[in-house]
């Protein structure tokens, strides 16, 4: 590990100390991922480091592109050509990156290879070429990840823009948890070339540019993902399988399941290859034998935890709301800098794992077929003694920094007729801000604010959907 990443990670263990410290001084119920102000801020900052652009030299001849657009892109150097691990978002970022690679390679490209296919590891693949036709390299089900949920595309959009806080000012802005915010998105997939050649099911061993490497499918965050791997070298690229936060178990921009337990046992199988590097899909490369290996054997072990507390929490009787707040990770593991939760989040990988297995009921009969939500909310105003009593309750409950409850009450009030729907609405858009300040995972932080703002410029319909 190098000085300026032991820095890092030395600054990161006191501010993880610290939101300990302020979880038990809390006053309020608070999610696994809010802590104060300062210290949400005092993080991210933190994890700015992890994309902080520039190529990372990881050996002798391989070369990483950390921080030009959201993902990595790698550049392997072999006898009389190069290898490009994925390629970006569009050739805008993609013809930087590879501008920065000619300092340390001008060979021509022989071979691309795409981990998986999302677009922030495809669409810049034209930008490394010129006159040279390389093979392009991928697995049998390339693309295949994101085909199923088309149909709902139109509000993924919307949640995808939120989740990445595609649309906040300069000054609520922080990051995407594994990737920096701002990236250049106007030329997304222009330069994607398609593969040329298939990585069977059973993995591919090769020579490309006297470079031997080895393909090995890694199902995971995608079903068509891969892993790269240098014997000789002993460097693994491992795709979007490992970065240095927590897994997204789940995105909140809306996927389908994505399979945990076959996630933790890719990692496991990486681990087993005891790296004397691992390159992530995104943030810092881990160097050192020891260093790269405990980190992946530490997350798949996470994931592996979570899907067992899950699995045996279910069995035990209990729904996707209590599992949510009870599981949590192994506490030999919640503060390595690779498992901080900055990008995924436990609560959410639990209900993603719960509705995987099981679908969306929990079980229990009277969630079958609840109330509809106008008719809840006229019986809690009841229950609270009017809809005025209810409206003081939520005003309340955002006075005493209860943002989690203000914005449940909220959600009540806006169905009554006889409510103030515009105090409701500002009681929600000042608790999402509350909640925001205090988060430090990033997705939510970012959907949090993004909503908010939705909110306050009135592009939601009346009844916020
Ligand atoms: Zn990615």
């Given at each position: 590990m190098n000085k300026s990443l032991v820095s890092?990670?030395?600054?990161?263990?006191?501010?993880?100390?610290?939101?300990?410290?302020?979880?038990?001084?809390?006053?309020?119920?608070?999610?696994?991922?809010?802590?104060?102000?300062?210290?949400?801020?005092?993080?991210?900052?933190?994890?700015q480091q992890q994309f902080q652009r520039g190529v990372v030299k990881v050996s002798d001849n391989v070369f990483t592109a950390v921080g030009f657009h959201g993902a990595n892109t790698s550049m392997i150097v072999g006898t009389d050509g190069v290898i490009i691990v994925?390629?970006?978002?569009?050739?805008?970022?993609?013809?930087?990156?590879?501008?920065?690679?000619?300092?340390?390679?001008?060979?021509?490209?022989?071979?691309?290879?795409?981990?998986?296919?999302?677009g922030d590891h495809t669409g810049g693949a034209g930008a490394f070429v010129s006159d040279e036709r390389p093979d392009i390299y991928a697995t049998e089900t390339f693309g295949s990840a994101e085909g199923v949920n088309k149909a709902v595309n139109p509000v993924k959009q919307k949640r995808n823009?939120?989740?990445?806080?595609?649309?906040l000012s300069a000054a609520e802005s922080t990051n995407r948890g594994v990737a920096p915010a701002g990236t250049i998105d106007r030329?997304?997939?222009?330069?994607?070339?398609?593969?040329?050649?298939?990585?069977?099911?059973?993995?591919?061993?090769?020579?490309?540019?006297?470079?031997?490497?080895?393909?090995h499918l890694a199902p995971g965050e995608t079903d068509d993902a891969l892993f790269v791997w240098l014997p000789k070298e002993k460097i693994l690229f491992a795709g979007d399988n490992f970065y240095n936060s927590f897994p997204n178990l789940y995105a909140i921009r809306g996927t389908a399941y994505r399979d945990v337990l076959n996630w933790s046992e890719t990692v496991a199988k990486m681990a087993a290859l005891k790296p004397h590097a691992v390159v992530p899909g995104h943030t810092m490369p881990i160097r050192g034998r020891q260093a790269a290996t405990t980190a992946l054997e530490d997350y798949s072990e996470a994931i592996r935890s979570v899907y067992d507390q899950t699995v045996r929490g279910i069995n035990a009787g209990k729904g996707p709301d209590q599992l949510a707040h009870e599981v949590k990770l192994p506490e030999h593991l919640k503060d390595k800098p690779y498992l901080i939760q900055f990008y995924g989040t436990v609560p959410h990988a639990v209900r993603a794992i719960y509705s995987g297995l099981l679908g969306w009921y929990d079980g229990n009969p009277t969630t079958l077929n609840p109330l509809e939500p106008r008719t809840k909310a006229k019986k809690m105003a009841e229950l609270a003694g009017g809809t005025q009593a209810l409206t003081a309750q939520m005003e309340a409950a955002l006075a005493k920094q209860d943002y989690q409850w203000a914005l449940e009450l909220a959600d009540h009030a806006k169905w009554l007729a006889d409510a103030d729907r515009e105090l409701a609405r500002k009681v929600k858009i000042a608790a999402l801000r509350g909640l925001a300040a205090r988060e430090y995972n990033a997705p939510d932080r970012n959907y949090y604010l993004s909503y908010a703002n939705e909110l306050e410029t009135g592009q939601l319909s009346e009844l916020w959907f």
């Amino acid at each position: 590990m190098n000085k300026s990443l032991v820095s890092l990670f030395t600054a990161r263990s006191c501010i993880v100390g610290l939101m300990s410290i302020f979880a038990l001084t809390a006053g309020v119920a608070r999610g696994q991922t809010q802590v104060e102000p300062d210290t949400a801020l005092r993080m991210l900052n933190a994890q700015q480091q992890q994309f902080q652009r520039g190529v990372v030299k990881v050996s002798d001849n391989v070369f990483t592109a950390v921080g030009f657009h959201g993902a990595n892109t790698s550049m392997i150097v072999g006898t009389d050509g190069v290898i490009i691990v994925d390629t970006l978002f569009g050739p805008a970022s993609a013809s930087n990156a590879a501008e920065a690679f000619r300092q340390h390679s001008d060979k021509p490209v022989k071979a691309i290879i795409y981990t998986h296919s999302h677009g922030d590891h495809t669409g810049g693949a034209g930008a490394f070429v010129s006159d040279e036709r390389p093979d392009i390299y991928a697995t049998e089900t390339f693309g295949s990840a994101e085909g199923v949920n088309k149909a709902v595309n139109p509000v993924k959009q919307k949640r995808n823009v939120r989740q990445f806080g595609r649309k906040l000012s300069a000054a609520e802005s922080t990051n995407r948890g594994v990737a920096p915010a701002g990236t250049i998105d106007r030329d997304r997939g222009e330069g994607f070339l398609p593969p040329t050649i298939t990585v069977p099911s059973g993995g591919l061993k090769t020579t490309i540019a006297g470079v031997e490497l080895e393909f090995h499918l890694a199902p995971g965050e995608t079903d068509d993902a891969l892993f790269v791997w240098l014997p000789k070298e002993k460097i693994l690229f491992a795709g979007d399988n490992f970065y240095n936060s927590f897994p997204n178990l789940y995105a909140i921009r809306g996927t389908a399941y994505r399979d945990v337990l076959n996630w933790s046992e890719t990692v496991a199988k990486m681990a087993a290859l005891k790296p004397h590097a691992v390159v992530p899909g995104h943030t810092m490369p881990i160097r050192g034998r020891q260093a790269a290996t405990t980190a992946l054997e530490d997350y798949s072990e996470a994931i592996r935890s979570v899907y067992d507390q899950t699995v045996r929490g279910i069995n035990a009787g209990k729904g996707p709301d209590q599992l949510a707040h009870e599981v949590k990770l192994p506490e030999h593991l919640k503060d390595k800098p690779y498992l901080i939760q900055f990008y995924g989040t436990v609560p959410h990988a639990v209900r993603a794992i719960y509705s995987g297995l099981l679908g969306w009921y929990d079980g229990n009969p009277t969630t079958l077929n609840p109330l509809e939500p106008r008719t809840k909310a006229k019986k809690m105003a009841e229950l609270a003694g009017g809809t005025q009593a209810l409206t003081a309750q939520m005003e309340a409950a955002l006075a005493k920094q209860d943002y989690q409850w203000a914005l449940e009450l909220a959600d009540h009030a806006k169905w009554l007729a006889d409510a103030d729907r515009e105090l409701a609405r500002k009681v929600k858009i000042a608790a999402l801000r509350g909640l925001a300040a205090r988060e430090y995972n990033a997705p939510d932080r970012n959907y949090y604010l993004s909503y908010a703002n939705e909110l306050e410029t009135g592009q939601l319909s009346e009844l916020w959907f």
